[in-house]
């Protein structure tokens, strides 16, 4: 990939614009955590309230099921939104050399994509006894993959989700899903003959524990706006 010189969609690598003091450091075990995705402010799929601002994710993976990265509000991760004017508007130093980097995965393109539900349906994803009286067709409708916007899909029950007034906003996978061809063999990713949910290649992504996904809410009626982090696992 080229150096990165602007703020571009991205799964793993080093944040960029984040000032170092706002770097999140895990309070289970001290140690910085390490940086899942970054996607900037859009009025359609991702609205954080304000051009320029940018929602960064982390959790740590220092020591993986010993910290608490799982739970929302457990300081083992962090979901942060960024001010245009506190860019630094490059890439973020690691605060250490033990800083662990997750691969990186820059987004070139969003495709935009009709889960099939009613707006009535959807409000029934986030409460658990309306979500479990749901057709099985209803919520298997709802992709697995990493996305902005839509409704979650659950891999054990809406209960662990925050309250009005904060609103789901996406879904991080624990594998990076490829909807095109690579233009040349990359290690550790692999084609998928069974071409799931449209991609082309896979490979491993964060610790979400088995086959997790991770959860992404923002409360946009905080100053600043505030961002909650969570996933499940089968």
Same mark, same amino acid.
């Given at each position: 990939?080229?150096?990165?010189?602007?703020?571009?969609?991205?799964?793993?690598?080093?944040?960029?614009?984040?000032?170092?003091?706002?770097?999140?450091?895990?309070? !289970?075990? =001290?140690?910085?955590? @390490?940086?899942? +995705?970054? *996607?900037?402010?859009?009025?359609?799929?991702?609205? &954080?309230?304000?051009?320029?601002?940018?929602?960064?994710?982390?959790?740590?993976?220092?020591?993986?099921?010993?910290?608490?990265?799982?739970?929302?509000?457990?300081?083992?991760?962090?979901?942060?939104?960024?001010?245009?004017?506190?860019?630094?508007?490059?890439?973020?130093?690691?605060?250490?050399?033990?800083?662990?980097?997750?691969?990186?995965?820059?987004?070139?393109?969003?495709?935009?994509? !009709?889960? =099939?539900?009613?707006? @009535?349906?959807? +409000?029934? *994803?986030?409460?658990?006894?309306?979500?479990?009286? &749901?057709?099985?067709?209803?919520?298997?409708?709802?992709?697995?993959?990493?996305?902005?916007?839509?409704?979650?899909?659950?891999?054990?029950?809406?209960?662990?989700?925050?309250?009005?007034?904060?609103?789901?906003?996406?879904?991080?996978?624990?594998?990076?899903?490829?909807?095109?061809?690579?233009?040349?063999?990359?290690?550790?990713?692999?084609?998928?003959?069974?071409?799931?949910?449209?991609?082309?290649?896979?490979?491993?992504?964060?610790?979400?524990?088995?086959?997790?996904?991770?959860?992404?809410?923002?409360?946009?009626?905080?100053?600043?706006?505030?961002?909650?982090?969570?996933?499940?696992?089968?």
């Amino acid at each position: 990939m080229p150096p990165q010189v602007s703020h571009e969609d991205k799964l793993g690598g080093l944040p960029f614009g984040l000032p170092s003091s706002q770097w999140p450091v895990c309070k !289970d075990c =001290g140690k910085p955590q @390490s940086l899942l +995705a970054q *996607f900037g402010h859009h009025a359609e799929r991702l609205d &954080l309230g304000k051009p320029g601002r940018v929602l960064s994710v982390f959790q740590c993976n220092h020591d993986p099921g010993m910290c608490s990265t799982w739970e929302g509000g457990s300081g083992a991760n962090a979901c942060l939104v960024t001010e245009p004017e506190e860019s630094t508007g490059k890439l973020t130093p690691a605060p250490t050399p033990e800083t662990i980097a997750e691969r990186e995965a820059r987004v070139v393109d969003w495709i935009v994509e !009709d889960d =099939g539900l009613s707006e @009535s349906e959807a +409000a029934r *994803f986030f409460q658990a006894d309306s979500y479990f009286e &749901l057709p099985p067709l209803k919520t298997e409708l709802v992709p697995t993959s990493t996305r902005l916007g839509g409704v979650p899909h659950w891999i054990q029950s809406p209960d662990e989700a925050p309250g009005a007034p904060w609103q789901f906003v996406g879904q991080l996978d624990s594998t990076y899903s490829f909807l095109r061809p690579l233009k040349e063999a990359v290690s550790g990713v692999h084609a998928d003959p069974d071409r799931w949910e449209g991609r082309t290649h896979f490979c491993a992504g964060p610790n979400f524990g088995d086959g997790g996904i991770a959860y992404l809410f923002i409360n946009r009626q905080s100053v600043p706006v505030s961002g909650w982090f969570f996933w499940q696992c089968g």
